[in-house]
């Protein structure tokens, strides 16, 4: 064998370059990349719509409670029940107003300092007969308006 050829075979095999064991690496390692993201794409799980999905049947919403009548909810020494806005029903023998179409309230906070009327009122009932008006009417609108309410005897 000739020396020149043994010295390269030598230096060929002894000692490889870094840059030659780079490629050797990317070589060998390139297709388990690829072949790990296929696979993995090949195993993700996708949601499927089911387009046979019926909603379970709705149970039937029992109807609200009747409001409470002037009768049920005042006395009988009382002579009014008062209908309020966002409050309860009051009780009451008299009442004073502020004149209607002036001033109009939408609940109690409203009439606080107003001249002794610290009640907001949408509706007088009598409790004897069950009829009901507004304590303010303004061209067929319901006002309701300051009022000050006298305690049952």
């Known amino acids: 064998m000739n020396l ?6 030598a230096r060929a095999f002894a000692a490889p370059s870094r840059r030659r064991l780079l490629s050797a690496a990317s070589a060998f390692f390139a297709p388990l990349t690829l072949l790990s993201t296929t696979e993995a794409r090949k195993h993700k799980k996708r949601k499927r719509k089911n387009k046979n999905r019926q909603c379970p049947d709705c149970p039937i919403c029992p109807s609200p409670p009747a ?8 006395a009988e020494t009382c002579q009014f029940c008062f209908a309020r806005p966002q409050a309860s029903m009051i009780c009451g023998e008299s009442y004073s107003q502020t004149t ?4 109009s309230c939408s609940s109690d906070a409203d009439c606080v300092g107003v001249s002794n009327t610290p009640y907001c009122v949408s509706h007088v009932i009598e409790r004897a007969t069950g009829s009901t008006f507004p304590i303010c009417s303004v061209g067929g609108q319901v006002t309701p308006l300051c009022a000050k309410i006298d305690p049952c005897v």
């Not at 020149?4 to 075979?9: E, H, K, Q, W």
């Not at 409001?67 to 005042?74: L, N, R, V, Y």
């Not at 209607?100 to 001033?103: E, I, K, N, P, S």
């Open 67 to 74: 409001p409470p009548t002037c009768a049920g909810s005042c």
């Open 4 to 9: 020149d050829r043994f010295d390269t075979y």
């Open 100 to 103: 209607c179409g002036t001033a």
